[in-house]
């Protein structure tokens, strides 16, 4: 049969050409030859030739094209259809279409391509489309083909390069599987600047075995990222990101952070625990990586200061046994060349490594912020209060993160090494008066052990202590071998903060600091009550101590400082006083000892006076606090007297007596040493004398003994401190 100038014309489509159809055995020879002028592509389901084209690619090409128009095409079949679709070569079979404004469906549940200009082509069992795509989830393909090798077995190949932006790309991603896959929400994150990207989607159709593969790479170059909540901007990011149907891999990413270059790593795997991960390492001013929540919230991090190496990271993760995902904000670093001038466990200079780590919840309502200070302590925030304002905190020493509080509780527990709670104290008190503090919550009571607690400006080892809040009173519990007891700080608005004392044992050593240097000015102190049953103050055993003591005027006043025991009393008043040159204390002090010799060398002075009561007063000032009391600062006058004493291994031979005009030996007499002299025993009746001070160096003209066997006048300086004479 012979059908020439065959021609079809309605609404949908024009065609014209011709066919010639044989008898053979089996199915019939084909000789067809048609020209395609016009088609609706959207309305060619009923043409597709179902006896001639086979059944998957009818089906594709139904399901596939969903507008669009033909412009001009033509289709030929010739040989025996027996040989269809003439893989053999032994026939042909070829249809060459140009279309224009077409939408594609090329793979279920993906983005389809629209507004497509290309040239199809079927020949044989395989189909080749070549051409551009105008928007794909508003991305321009310049350059797409998408192949069927063998109809018969069909594996969809779409090639494909493009030009774009990383705003386009991205939502080319959420609007596909991959999306559900990686399950990444990008919605929080800004992105901008150019890429280009080129790759392979290959798709198993119709009953074909196999999975879809995505093999690509993305092209970038001085892209941004932001993340607005956070304040967080990546710049400049170029390098080549790699991607599959799996997720995408970008490792050595050049990118700038605050102005520093930096590298970035980015991964997305559906396969992995941790589906999402972007690292951003370099080195950064402390400042640029701490979120600025903290540095409004805690005004103390404001003394975190310098430069160190850093990772910062955004994590996506599976929650273990929950089905859903954890989004985080990772920072850590060693801290090396970042310095905290804070009080102990928080003190650091900058060529110390301190392993540290941040871990901020985002958008997770469940789950704290924590810090970590490896080995140090640990510190944990619920940030699930309004405007994501602190519900409740825990502070560990010793870097073992806990559970949390009661909502509202701020808890402290652990045990760490050196703890500078004088420090502290001041910190937080700067951090009330500046309206910081803890978020309003309530202070729950906390048992703390440290090897070393700096109080009063001395070292305690091995404390135990115990802190609780009850309105506006404060405590603290102490117990080690050299501090025993209570302090209480209560706050009143009305007549003053005071702060009570009472405590069974207190060893107060040498001072710490210097005690010439300080920020605290005096009158803005609390009125002090305070108690010792037993106190050691640079090693003279004071005794039962009281102290009495409140601001007045431009300083603080000690009405009363009160102390006994069985050997020594101390009777003192005075100012501490902020002046122009510093801190300065004035005193005037009344001592009264039952023995010279003890009372010296309770002092640290070297003596050989056995016996002997003696009454000391001293009107004295040295520069610094009161704690800042030191031999080598003591300036003023010095009255004293002792009676019914004895100086050991006294003999008085003339020789010996000489020996009191000899000029070698006169620093051992202003040191009441007259042992060369009386060497079995001298008795006096009285010793009296006037000593003037300057910064530790004493200087007489009246020192006088008198006994009924002889009487002696010393005059002269001496270095109490280096007992030097």
């Known amino acids: 049969a012979s059908l020439e100038h065959c021609w079809i014309l309605n609404d949908d489509i024009e065609i014209q050409g011709g066919m010639v159809i044989s008898s053979n055995i089996g199915k019939p020879a084909v000789d067809a030859n048609f020209a395609v002028l016009r088609a609706n592509i959207a309305r060619l389901d009923t043409y597709w030739p179902e006896g001639v084209m086979p059944e998957r690619t009818v089906a594709w090409l139904r399901r596939g094209l ?21 893989r053999d070569g032994n026939g042909r079979f070829e249809a060459v279409a140009h279309i224009s404004g077409v939408g594609i469906d090329y793979i279920e549940s993906w983005p389809r391509a629209l507004d497509a200009e290309a040239t199809a082509r079927f020949v044989g069992a395989g189909m080749v489309i070549e051409g551009v795509v105008n928007d794909l989830s508003g991305i321009t393909v310049a350059d797409v083909r998408v192949t069927i090798e063998d109809m018969k077995s069909p594996l969809l190949e779409v090639d494909y390069s493009a030009e774009s932006d990383l705003p386009a790309l991205l939502g080319f991603l959420q609007n596909s599987p991959l999306q559900e896959k990686i399950n990444v929400d990008l919605s929080e994150f800004r992105f901008a600047g150019p890429a280009t990207t080129r790759g392979r989607i290959t798709a198993p159709l119709g009953g074909r075995p196999g999975e879809l593969e995505v093999d690509g790479s993305v092209r970038l170059e001085n892209g941004q990222f932001t993340y607005p909540q956070y304040d967080i901007q990546l710049d400049d990011i170029s390098g080549n990101l790699a991607y599959s149907e799996r997720g995408f891999n970008g490792t050595g990413l050049d990118t700038a952070f605050r102005g520093q270059p930096a590298k970035m790593n980015l991964f997305a795997d559906s396969e992995s625990s941790e589906t999402f991960r972007a690292d951003v390492e370099g080195h950064f001013d402390v400042r640029d990586v701490m979120p600025e929540f903290l ?53 650091k200079s900058a060529d110390m490594r301190w392993p540290f780590r941040l871990d901020l919840p985002i958008g997770a309502t469940d789950r704290p912020l924590d810090v970590v200070f490896e080995g140090r302590a640990a510190l944990r925030f619920d940030l699930t209060g309004p405007e994501n304002t602190m ?40 951090e009330m008066e500046q309206g910081a503090g803890m978020g309003g919550l309530e202070f729950e009571s906390a048992e703390l052990r440290s090897t070393g607690v700096l109080f009063f400006d001395r070292l305690f080892e091995d404390v135990g202590m115990q802190f609780s809040v009850a309105g506006s009173e404060f405590r603290a519990g102490f117990d080690s071998e050299d501090i025993e007891g209570t302090i209480r700080f209560t706050s009143n608005e009305s007549s003053g903060d005071s702060l009570s004392a009472e405590f069974e044992r207190l060893v107060l050593g040498d001072p710490v600091s210097s005690g ?3 920020e605290t000015d005096p009158s803005q102190l609390p009125a002090v009550h305070f108690y010792v049953r037993s106190l050691s ?10 102290i009495e003591a409140y601001p007045a005027g431009e300083g603080f006043h000690f009405e009363m400082v009160d102390a006994k025991s069985p050997s020594l009393s101390v009777q003192a008043a005075g100012d501490w006083s902020l002046v122009e040159g510093g801190h300065r204390s004035d005193f005037s002090i009344h001592m009264v000892s039952e023995s010279l010799g003890d009372f010296l060398r309770t002092m640290d002075i070297s003596s050989s006076l056995q016996g002997g009561q003696t009454v000391v007063n001293f009107d004295a000032w040295w520069p610094g606090a009161p704690g800042a009391f030191a031999l080598s ?6 009255d004293f007297s002792a009676v019914q004493g004895n ?76 007992q030097e004479y």
Request: glycine share 12%.
């Open 66 to 86: 969903l507008e669009g128009s033909i412009e001009r095409g033509r289709f030929q079949i010739h040989g025996d259809m027996d040989n269809w679709p003439f």
């Open 295 to 347: 540095l409004e919230d805690f005004r103390m991090l404001h003394e975190v200061n310098g430069s160190s190496d850093w990772q910062v990271s955004v994590v996506v993760a599976d929650r273990q046994g929950s089905g859903t995902k954890d989004v985080a904000l990772d920072v850590r670093s060693s801290l090396q060349g970042v310095t905290m001038d804070l009080p102990a466990p928080f003190n």
């Open 391 to 430: 519900r409740r905190a825990l502070l560990q020493l010793g870097g073992e993160l806990a559970e949390l509080p009661q909502p509202g509780r701020l808890r402290l527990a652990g045990t760490g090494s050196l703890l500078d709670l004088d420090g502290w104290v001041t910190v937080v008190a700067d």
């Open 516 to 518: 010439m240097e300080m």
């Open 537 to 546: 103050y640079l090693g003279i055993e004071l005794g039962e101590t009281r």
């Open 633 to 638: 600062r003591l300036n003023g006058q010095i």
């Open 647 to 722: 100086i050991s291994n006294a003999s008085a031979g003339l020789g010996r007596l000489l020996g009191l005009l000899s000029i070698q030996a006169l620093p051992k007499r202003l040191s009441l040493d007259f042992r060369d002299v009386f060497d079995s025993g001298f008795s006096f009746d009285e010793a009296s004398g006037t000593f003037s001070m300057e910064n530790g160096i004493a200087q007489t003209n009246d020192l006088e003994m008198k006994s009924s066997a002889a009487s002696i006048s010393v005059s002269g300086r001496t270095n109490l401190a280096d």
